[in-house]
């Protein structure tokens, strides 16, 4: 990546345009991070920057989509950079794009435009960083302040009210407090879309500190504002008992979505808006539909989930079971499955068909054949999950032999 960005600062200064990085990668570089988002502010023009790029630079792949807003995308040795124009946003009649920009701005200026200190920092090929917000203060401070007039920033940009707890979550920053306040008093995201939402939400479900990210999100009004527009009626609001049990979670995306959305049917429905992965969404919804399985009332389904979920995500599943017990009646439900879970592990007592003592191939030899074999190693399955002593090849034919005779009389009668 850095042989990738030296010729890109090569590129520019040798035509006799300025170029920084700014914002994320800034912050992240001097927080000690890998930067993954590759920003960069420039002097010249989208026209020029095109001009520019259309001289040999090998390898280089640019998308001028954005060139309206300052922006050039280029792709060289894999990495992804995004160079925009220094400019001024002019109104934000959408409550998300500025209706017109102004370029020829002084870097200054273009750094005034910006949602937060921490991301206003600009740094040259020499490491030298550029601070007109006092975004170093706050990046020490580990402080969240918007640049200028926190309301003004928001009312642009709703967005940056997400990006806001996002960043303070992830990074472990505090909201400084006009900023809270100013996000507190306003949580309404009318103009942004539900799947740019998913986007900066996904980065919760999978990030460090889910709980006091929640917390925050609760505390804003902004997880209300979410459940309003996806119209949800079953969502969980976090509340100050809930952050140990938030934090307790395993780090799955799907369990921390099945714990805030319990009871919530078709989720892949409700969350269709928010373009999460069809796959964690799936998820979620196998864990809801188990959480309230119980080995005292129903061994066979117990087990059942346990063949089909494999051991890491049924450890999830009693996490979650656990998580989610509030009363004495849950928690000693939740006590009793874990304690199942480790005699089922400890014993080895048979999940899968394969742990048989009779196989398919047995079956077919003792005269079974075509879909009474899948329905027989079923009938076994079931019998040993609730006598796993009886998982012998005698006492499993003694099972079927029965069954035969059973299904015998029937069609006597």
Known sequence: MRDALERLFDHFERAGYALYLVGGAVRDALLGAVPTDMDLATDARPEAMQALFSRALPGARVVTAGARFGTVGVQLDGQWFEITTFRADKNYGDGRHPDRVVFGTSVREDVLRRDFTVNGLLMDRRGVVLDYVGGLSDLKARRLRCIGDPQARFAEDKLRKWRCVRLATIKGFAIEAATWHALAADADTAGVSCERIGGE??????????????????????????????????????????????????????????????GEKALSEVLKPLALPKAMVRAAERYGERRQISADA?????????????????????????????????????????????????????????????SAADLKAMGFGGAAIGSSLTLLLHHVYRRPAANTPEALRAVLAEAIGMETEKDSE
């Open 298 to 358: 129903d061994i066979v389904a117990f087990k059942s989930a346990l063949a089909d979920l494999g051991r890491p995500q049924f450890e999830k599943l009693l996490a979650l079971q656990e998580a989610l017990a509030q009363t004495a009646a849950d928690q000693r439900r939740a006590a009793a499955n874990r304690a199942c879970y480790a005699r089922i592990v400890q014993t080895c007592q048979p999940i899968a068909r394969s742990e048989l003592a009779l």
């Open 201 to 262: 939400w996904r980065k919760f479900l999978i990030g460090p500190h889910f709980g006091r990210g929640m917390m925050l999100l609760a505390a804003s009004g902004l997880w209300a504002d979410l459940i309003r527009r996806l119209e949800i009626s079953r969502a969980r609001i976090p509340s100050e008992g809930d952050a140990s049990a938030l934090d307790a979670l395993p780090a799955d995306p799907a369990v921390r979505l099945a714990f805030l959305l319990t």
